[in-house]
């Protein structure tokens, strides 16, 4: 199982940007394809971004598409989410993931079988 730990989150203006980061433990990183959810109180996790074990594909939320990228670098075992053009709808917990089997597309949240423990992204009007 990988581990996850997210980092990156903050207070940023509408419009802002920022760049959340996911450093990952264990050497199969690069075998796993990772994605980015998101969370506020009273609902459920939302998808928000996907990337294929290689980098080779991504998959973006509607609402996000053209704002925000993700990105990996697996020589470093890390994901990235880099968002801009915030809006104050996009606050909420972010949170890294990665698929439950290694060298499949991941998308939907049962895809997803480890978790980080998440980042605080607000952003105000």
């Known amino acids: 199982q990988v581990q996850l730990v997210e980092s990156g989150g903050g207070l940023v203006q509408a419009g802002g940007s920022l760049r959340l980061s996911c450093a990952a433990s264990?050497?199969?990183?690069?075998?796993?394809?990772m994605g980015w959810f998101r969370q506020v109180p009273g609902k459920g996790r939302e998808f928000v971004a996907a990337?294929?074990?290689?980098?080779?594909?991504?998959h973006y939320e509607e609402s996000v598409k053209g704002r925000f990228s993700i990105s990996r670098d697996n020589a470093k075992n890390t994901v990235y989410l880099q968002m801009h053009s915030l809006k104050p709808e996009d606050t909420a917990v972010y949170y890294c993931a990665a698929a439950r089997r290694t060298l499949v597309v991941a998308r939907d949240l049962i895809d997803f079988g480890s978790w980080g423990q998440g980042t605080q992204v607000t952003v105000s009007s």
């Open positions: 990337i294929t074990w290689e980098g080779g594909s991504t």
């Open positions: 264990g050497p199969t990183f690069s075998r796993y394809s």
